[in-house]
């Protein structure tokens, strides 16, 4: 296709307003009169049994509406519904008992903020303290203080899989190769914090909530069952602007079904706004993992098969979309080599931290660090040089469209011209050269490779694969990623275009700006995109919002669909007013014309006007007016099979990367001195915002490599509650970074794109340890455990030095 | 968080001891210790007022008195909570006479935070505490001192 608009990297519309203080984001939103502030009381215990909470000194206080408690949650609401059969029962309150620190214990309704905190103060509420456990292999223990009662024991979901013939596998390998792995929980720490607005009316018995929450919308129907309501009587609004979510922000759904029931009790409309230090503690974060990985080599450093046990760490309850965490990477766990024979065991566990969902690269990071240190592991073990290890094992080119043993179906790509284009940018064998050389002047340099899939657009029947095929069979199976989009078209020929992608910074109002403008001839700029998101009159589905970087595969085809039912119209109008047959008529600048006739042409405004104005001169049976809805989905995201087979995401991208670090070690201190990266997500729709998404990316996978943990006592007390405890990269930490592209069409989407922006999310944290290893390679330092803080670096070799002269 | 420390006071060891048993001592002497009151044997309830770093905050702390060998040794179990958090502490405080009006305290303690205070005061608490605790001694010091000068 010869694009005008698509592909082309217009600036974003959306940057005037928030770059001039325009924005409108939820807590500039006042939709409601006489709106009230809460205040949530929270639990400083980890785990502990709620004796009694005494309100009637907080409830006599100035200002005060209401005081709510677990008891009246338990009275109004159900538990939320989640996909795995253990009997955790999750409310918006704590009810009985408290399971981590920061969990919502009651809350305040007042006149104003400081009213509302002040009364939470005389809030009594009387603990009887339990043992926590936060550690996942402890909590796996069969004397570990439980969570649950009704579920017996800490594991909230357990599977066993197998693929291929992994026994035979290992049976058959020259060398085994394993180790553990741990993976630490962090955040996004998005800008602005979670928001909700909500509203009960009692003579319709309607909730309005306007929030911050950007999908999956799966979770509407999860809001409406705890709040034991008709969907359709849960109108759920998302404002114009959302502050950055990178995932965090689904979790704001709690909070929601929590401030509908308060302004059920209150009477009152009530808004709630995060604050940094609630944020940190309780709203949500990835998930630690443990993970046991094997693998079955070759001499020539072929992988024939892996075996992986994985843990997550869901916090105190399973909520859903988790235990997604584990499964979201499910169909491409053997990463972007041709490894055919696959044994995995996946396992979620609760503990004493705060509950986890969804975060920029879904799964990928806890996967790949794992699975890209082997790789490293792997060339160690057998003296070979790591890009060879991985050259050798990637899928090729002509094997695509591939099926991994998990049942996944890469569309496209071309991995070894990507990896080869990498290794030639950053010069890899002079690299190794340099590297010799600076260490005789005793400089420890390293560089890092890791070569990932980076899978999009989530197909909604992976998460049933966290129950057996035996489980699934007794519900109805899950498949598609539906998305819906409208055009509509004016009196005046003003085109206006809603999306349901509810964008949390990612620009999509500009590129579906650029994809009507493409479809019906005109310049974008004159495109209005309506982003904010509402229920009730939204073109939406389960599938719809801002998750598993959707919108380029998903949303952006939905709206190029909607687009092109509208041209389709335009067209059979022409044909009707000019009598020439379709195949005649060429849409451009505004206009149709017949090919190769100068002058027999009619305007797009005429053609629009004569559907609203003058609908007599349409042709017969057409309706009148232009509002055209799509609904897109991909067949290739079908339900799990009765083999656990499944093609969990539509599209999937490919990532390699290679980092070049200096070692200090003297201090532990680890300087990332560049940063390259090819990405192959198909044909891009706008390489501007493409590039400022994989930058976000990358600086979030950085950050968790090198920085980010929310940390946890072993007692389960939180450690990391503001920014001077819990550390986030900023601009000086960054390292120069090069972004190069290779465009290979995904053979699903009309327009070839696929999802990308989590990619460095998932690789950062794995090439850069691999880089850190490399540099410190020969003296004996294995890295298995992130962040890498100049304090871990430097135990880890002055254990090693130890090590070293223990058995000198 | 754990620590210990001694300090020399002027006074003769039943009368230091006796002093330590005081409640209106312990109000004067306790940083941020608004009022106190005796609520059990040996068992007192107090209005703490006490800033970690950001957290500043009201506390409701009970404080024990427990394995009392007078007047040698004894214990302080203190359990407070409040906005900020929770705090739990024990204190094990030894008196041996130096000479007949000097007495020789040493103390061991070990303290547990919990909630906000834990979240966003880590980092200052082991310092924190031991300038409350310094504090703490440096004042029973001065009001003993105070107390010869006006015998």
């Known amino acids: 296709m010869d694009c005008k608009h698509i592909g082309k990297p217009m600036k974003r519309v959306e940057d005037i307003r928030l770059t001039s203080g325009r924005g409108t984001f939820i807590d500039d939103m006042n939709p409601f009169p006489n709106i009230h502030q809460a205040a949530i009381l929270r639990s400083p215990y980890p785990h502990a049994r709620i004796k009694e909470i005494r309100t009637e000194k907080a409830e006599r206080m100035p200002g005060v509406k ?150 999956p919308f799966t979770l509407q129907s999860v809001m409406a069952a705890a709040l034991r309501t008709p969907s359709n009587r849960l109108r759920i609004m998302i404002p114009k602007d959302v502050g950055g979510s990178y995932g965090i922000k689904s979790g704001v759904y709690p909070y929601m079904v929590l401030m509908a029931v308060a302004s059920r009790i209150a009477g009152v409309p009530v808004k709630w706004i995060e604050d940094r230090q609630e944020h940190l503690a309780a709203s949500s974060s990835g998930t630690d993992r443990v993970t046991w990985i094997e693998a079955a080599v070759k001499r020539d450093g072929t992988v024939t098969g892996l075996k992986m046990k994985m843990v997550d760490n869901v916090g105190g309850y399973v909520r859903a979309p988790e235990p997604a965490c584990l499964y979201r990477t ?247 007013l000019l009598q020439v047959p379709l195949d005649q008529l060429v849409l ?104 400022g998404q994989i930058l976000g990316g990358l600086v979030h996978g950085l950050g968790g490599a090198m920085y980010e943990e929310l940390a946890y006592d072993r007692n389960g007390q939180f450690l990391s509650g503001s920014f001077m405890d819990y550390l986030c990269p900023t601009a000086p930490e960054i390292p120069p970074i090069t972004i190069k592209h290779l465009e290979t069409p995904s053979p699903l989407t009309p327009l070839g794109a696929k999802g990308l922006g989590e990619g460095n999310t998932m690789s950062a944290p794995a090439v850069i340890a691999n880089a850190v290893e490399d540099a410190l390679s020969g003296l004996g330092v294995t890295i298995d455990t992130l962040p890498l803080s100049p304090n871990r670096i430097w135990t880890l070799i002055q254990d090693a030095k130890q090590k070293m002269e223990i058995t000198a | 968080m754990t620590g210990n420390g001694s300090i020399e006071l002027n006074g003769p060891i039943e009368h230091v001891f006796h002093k330590l048993m005081d409640p209106e001592v312990l109000t004067e002497c306790i940083m941020g210790c608004k009022s106190m009151e005796l609520v059990g044997e040996r068992k007192y309830r107090a209005d703490l007022s006490v800033g970690i770093a950001a957290v500043k905050g009201k506390y409701d702390a009970y404080i024990t008195v427990e394995e009392v060998q007078a007047p040698h040794h004894f214990k302080l179990v203190v359990h407070g909570e409040g906005g900020p958090g929770y705090v739990d502490a024990e204190g094990i405080i030894d008196l041996t006479p130096l000479d007949e009006s000097k007495t020789q305290l040493t103390y061991t303690y070990q303290a547990e935070v919990g909630g906000k205070v834990a979240a966003i005061g880590q980092r200052m608490l082991g310092g924190v505490a031991k300038l409350l605790i310094g504090d703490f001694f440096k004042k029973i010091k001065k009001n003993l001192e105070r107390g010869q000068q006006i015998a």
Request: proline share 6%; glycine share 8%.
């Open chain 1, 330 to 576: 499910h169909s491409n766990t053997t990463g972007p080599y041709r490894i055919r024979h696959l044994q995995m065991e996946t396992i979620a566990v609760m503990t004493n931290k705060s509950p986890t969902g969804l975060i920029r690269g879904y799964g990928g990071q806890q996967l790949y660090f794992p699975l890209e240190r082997l790789m490293h592991m792997i060339a160690q073990k057998l003296g070979m040089d790591p890009a060879d290890v991985i050259r050798k094992n990637l899928i090729r080119a002509e094997e695509f469209p591939y099926t991994t043993p998990s049942g996944g179906v890469y569309d496209s790509g071309d991995y070894r011209k990507a990896f080869d284009m990498l290794l030639d940018i950053v010069n890899y064998d002079e690299f190794r050269q340099k590297q010799k050389q600076a260490r005789a002047e005793g400089k420890y340099l390293g560089m890092g490779l890791a070569c990932i899939v980076e899978p999009s657009g989530s197909n909604m029947g992976y998460i049933t694969i966290a129950l057996t095929p035996e489980e699934r069979a007794k519900s109805l199976p899950k498949s598609g990623c539906a998305e819906g989009a409208t055009v509509s078209i004016d009196p005046m020929g003003g085109i206006t275009v809603r999306i349901s992608t509810t964008p949390t910074g990612q620009g999509h109002e500009t590129v579906a700006a650029q994809i009507v403008g493409e479809v019906l001839g005109v310049d974008p700029r004159t495109v209005k995109v309506v982003a904010e998101m509402d229920t009730l009159t939204s073109p939406w589905s389960v599938a719809s919002g801002s998750y598993s970087s959707r919108f380029a595969a998903i949303g952006s085809s939905a709206v190029y669909q909607a687009a092109h039912k509208v041209r389709q119209k335009l067209l059979h109008i022409a044909q009707e």
């Open chain 1, 588 to 691: 451009e600048h505004g206009r149709i014309a017949v090919k190769d006739a100068p002058g027999r042409e009619i305007s797009l405004k005429r053609l629009i006007g004569s559907t609203h104005w003058n609908p007599d001169v349409l042709p017969p049976g057409m309706e009148p007016g232009i509002h055209e809805t799509a609904f897109y989905t991909i067949p290739a995201a079908m339900p799990p099979d009765e083999n656990d087979q499944v093609n969990g995401s539509v599209t999937y991208g490919f990532v390699a990367d290679a980092v070049t670090v200096e070692v200090d070690i003297e201090t532990g201190e680890v300087k990332i001195l560049d940063y390259t990266t090819v990405h192959d997500a198909g044909k891009l729709l706008n390489p501007l915002i493409v590039d």
């Open chain 1, 66 to 215: 209401a005081v709510i408690t677990g008891q009246d949650i338990a009275a109004l609401t159900n538990p939320f519904p989640v996909g795995v059969t253990a009997p955790v029962k999750y409310y918006s309150l704590a009810v009985d008992k408290v399971r981590f620190v920061g969990e919502p214990v009651a809350v305040v309704i007042a006149k104003n903020r400081y009213l509302a905190e002040d009364a939470l103060e005389a809030i009594e509420v009387v603990y009887e303290q339990l043992p926590a456990v936060v550690d996942i292999e402890k909590a796996l223990e069969p004397d570990a203080p439980v969570l649950h009662e009704a579920v017996g024991s800490n594991i909230a979901n357990h599977r066993h899989f197998h693929y291929g013939n992994v026994d035979e596998a290992f049976r058959q390998a020259d060398l085994v190769v394993k180790h553990t792995f741990f993976y630490p929980k962090y955040s996004a720490t998005p800008v602005e914090t979670y928001g909700v607005i909500a509203h009960y009316d009692p003579s319709e018995q309607q909730y309005t909530i306007w929030s911050n929450f950007h999908g």
